[in-house]
């Protein structure tokens, strides 16, 4: 059982900056993604990082501005979220999948392990 904890949310003002942790034990094997839920709104992808670091994968919404990393000697995956909107409120998820074919690693489906989640707000 793969246990995933993020953390690093908060309160931002617009054009600032944030970083994103998840810690997921056993995460070396897996794929991992960020996904995110705003008010009213469906879950929606982020981004998402190969077990290698080797290919990331983002939504065209965050490109530019947002970047995903991950340290596996310390079982972690990062978001940094660079000039940030209001409209990138919301609740931020960690997930941690297998995902043996990359065109779906924006699909929830593809993600076995999830986080609680870590709120994150930026204000106009």
């Known amino acids: 059982q793969v246990q995933v904890v993020e953390s690093g949310g908060g309160l931002v003002q617009a054009g600032g900056s944030l970083r994103l942790s998840c810690v997921a034990s056993?995460?070396?094997?897996?794929?991992m993604g960020w996904f995110r839920r705003a008010p009213g709104k469906e879950r929606e992808f982020v981004a998402a990082?190969?077990?290698?670091?080797?290919?990331?994968s983002y939504a065209d919404s965050v490109k530019g501005r947002f970047a995903i990393s991950r340290e596996n000697a310390r079982n972690t995956a990062y978001l940094q979220m660079n000039s940030l909107k209001p409209e990138d409120t919301g609740v931020y998820y960690c997930?941690?999948?297998?995902?043996?074919?990359?065109?779906?690693?924006?699909?929830?489906?593809?993600?076995?392990?999830w986080g609680q989640g870590t709120q994150v707000t930026v204000s106009s």
């Open positions: 990082i190969t077990r290698t670091s080797g290919t990331h």
């Open positions: 056993g995460s070396t094997l897996y794929n």
């Open positions: 997930a941690a999948g297998w995902i043996t074919d990359w065109s779906k690693s924006n699909s929830p489906s593809e993600y076995d392990y």
